[in-house]
């Protein structure tokens, strides 16, 4: 999909639906806006169901502030021209009320963003001071944070307000904004989360600088044609269940002992197609495509486990809430969860990036799932289905520890318990 190609008023209906299937705004909350190059701003109706809007919903506002449509534009149309009049380079604004961000607009606070890596550390964001909905006053508040280079500002009492140069960018902001604020809120039934220092944030920026050669395939297998297709729909499904987001988030799967397919860099999850997945064959990968800056890693896992033939590496809001509070998970839950996942495996952040053979070493029959500090989830499995389920069954495992841990004292499976499950189900 070119996103870019749509016509403004289907970007913002496409992206509209998004946040309200995900249950960041409701049926009247939420506007989103769109300058074109003539000037013209596209914007969500006033009051209308954000459920079902169609590209012919859409209101058009001439540079002269002549209306054209079927409906009055956003109340907060204000805020939105004043945005575009005050920076140029910002073509597109999303204001919704996702929960988690409400909930820090409430206590008038900017949530922990350096407990995982982020590029919203790059953007920056703000806290503008509580004004009437539609006021002129309300656009001048959030323009007083907008002027300073933020792309990102929290209303107070209100909700969040993502700028850029176009529609998906700010949808990407906001959508990773409201997950680190839900992630917050999380870990902090576990402890207080543990904030990434400048160092480790610039470790960041050597993953993926690995040189891959490139090669163009001849041929596509039958298998690799299935697999491909396989793949999309268990990425699909990870976005849908909140275990991927639009720009994280890889899947891989073998296809023999020194080839694989991978996730490509920096393409939305929501819509990934079979073409756009990326052949690795030793160092070389499919040519004109770009995968996963995490390849390196899976190469690795491959090479030294010919029994992996699938690969996940995600970051799932509970699971997430012990990697950045540093808590042990235990697997002893449910004997579903410890049939499955037996010992979860915890490395130091950065693991990943400066010592990957420590993460391969550590993946074992008896600890299939490793988390990495303040940075992700890593599945792996005999087959596709095998680590999606195996990263379903750890976050289901984290969820229900963290709720089990706001309303009692947890009660693990015993040792003896645990013995009679490796023999009923022959477990080493």
């Not at 939420?30 to 209308?48: A, R």
């Not at 950065?350 to 303040?374: A, L, Q, W």
């Amino acid at each position: 999909m070119n996103f870019n190609l749509m016509h403004p008023a289907e970007q913002i209906v496409l992206l509209l639906s998004r946040v309200y299937q995900k249950g960041l705004t409701t049926t009247s909350g939420g506007n989103l806006s769109i300058k074109d190059s003539e000037g013209v701003i596209w914007i969500t109706p006033s009051g209308i169901d954000k459920g079902s809007l169609t590209p012919a919903d859409i209101c058009k506002v001439l540079p002269d502030g002549t209306v054209i449509g079927k409906y009055r534009p956003s109340v907060e149309l204000p805020f939105h021209k004043l945005v575009y009049e005050t920076r140029p380079d910002v073509s597109a604004v999303l204001h919704a009320h996702p929960p988690a961000l409400v909930s820090y607009s409430l206590i008038r606070k900017i949530p922990e963003i350096k407990v995982i890596p982020s590029s919203l550390t790059k953007v920056g964001i703000g806290i503008a001071k509580y004004e009437v909905p539609g006021s002129d006053k309300l656009a001048q508040r959030i323009v007083h944070e907008i002027k300073k280079g933020l792309n990102v500002v929290i209303m107070e009492n209100h909700g969040v307000i993502t700028c850029a140069d176009n529609l998906f960018e700010a949808f990407k902001r906001f959508e990773t904004l409201n997950f680190i604020a839900g992630l917050n809120i999380t870990a902090s039934i576990l402890g207080k989360p543990e904030a990434l220092t400048e160092e480790q944030f610039e470790l960041q920026d050597l993953k993926g600088t690995d040189p891959l050669g490139e090669f163009i395939p001849t041929n596509y297998s039958s298998d690799e044609r299935t697999l491909r297709k396989e793949m999309c729909a268990l990425i699909h499904r990870a976005y849908d269940q909140n275990l991927f987001t639009s720009a994280q988030g890889t899947f891989s799967v073998r296809l023999d002992d020194h080839t694989f397919l991978i996730t490509p860099y920096n393409v939305d999850r929501k819509y990934i197609e079979p073409e756009d997945l990326v052949r690795i064959e030793f160092n070389y990968r499919e040519a004109g495509k770009t995968p996963s800056r995490s390849v390196g890693l899976h190469k690795l896992i491959y090479d030294e486990h010919p029994e992996i033939k699938a690969i996940t590496v995600a970051h799932p809001r509970h699971l997430l809430a012990f990697a950045i509070t540093h808590t042990p998970i235990d697997s002893r839950t449910i004997p579903e969860s410890y049939i499955s996942l037996r010992d979860v495996v915890r490395v130091p952040y950065g693991t990943n990036i400066s010592d990957p053979k420590k993460i391969s070493d550590s993946i074992t029959e008896h600890s299939p799932v490793v988390i990495v500090e303040n940075d992700s989830v890593i599945s792996t499995g005999s087959s596709l289905i095998n680590a999606f389920d195996r990263l379903e069954v750890a976050e289901f495992t984290a969820n229900t520890m963290i709720h089990a841990n706001m309303i009692g004292k947890t009660v693990m499976i015993s040792d003896k318990e645990v013995s009679d499950i490796n023999k009923a189900f022959h477990l080493k």
